[in-house]
Nanobody, 123 residues
Framework: QVQLVESGGGLVQAGGSLRLSCAAS????????MGWFRQAPGKEREFVAG????????YYRDSVKGRFTISRGKAENTVALQMNNLKPEDTGVYYC????????????????WGQGTQVTVSS
C-alpha cells in the first residue's frame, strides 16, 4: 500500500497563492488517478482537482477552474496543486487521494488518503 503525505498548506489572504504537494511512499503507476479533495467544517469531502497519472489528463471542479493547476511534482511520485487567486470559500483541509480504479470525483472510490493539510484563506 502507498502512504500519502500532504504539505504546503497555510494561512493566506484572499487573492494570494499556495502550492500544495503530496508525496507518495511508493510508485504511482500510469493507470492510477491522483486527486485532491477538500473538506470544510460540517461539509462533505469534495473533489477539487485530479490527474490521470500516465497521460496527464487533468480535471477540476468548476469553482477552481482557471485558478488551480494540478500537476506532477518535481520529485518522483509526487503531485502538486498550485492554487492562485484564493478565495475564502477555498478554506478547508486538503487531502490527497490515490484511486487505482481510474478517474473519479467520488471520495469513496479512492484507495489511499493522506492526513490532510490545512488551507485557510482570510478576507
Amino acid at each position: 500500500q502507498v502512504q500519502l503525505v500532504e504539505s504546503g498548506g497555510g494561512l493566506v489572504q484572499a487573492g494570494g497563492s499556495l502550492r500544495l504537494s503530496c508525496a507518495a511512499s511508493g510508485r504511482i503507476y500510469s493507470s492510477h488517478f491522483m486527486g485532491w479533495f477538500r473538506q470544510a467544517p460540517g461539509k462533505e469531502r469534495e473533489f477539487v482537482a485530479g490527474i490521470r497519472w500516465g497521460v496527464g489528463n487533468t480535471y477540476y471542479r468548476d469553482s477552481v477552474k482557471g485558478r488551480f493547476t494540478i500537476s506532477r511534482g518535481k520529485a518522483e511520485n509526487t503531485v502538486a496543486l498550485q492554487m492562485n487567486n484564493l478565495k475564502p470559500e477555498d478554506t478547508g483541509v486538503y487531502y490527497c487521494g490515490l484511486n487505482r480504479g481510474g478517474y473519479s470525483t467520488m471520495y469513496s472510490s479512492y484507495n489511499e488518503w493522506g492526513q490532510g493539510t490545512q488551507v485557510t484563506v482570510s478576507s
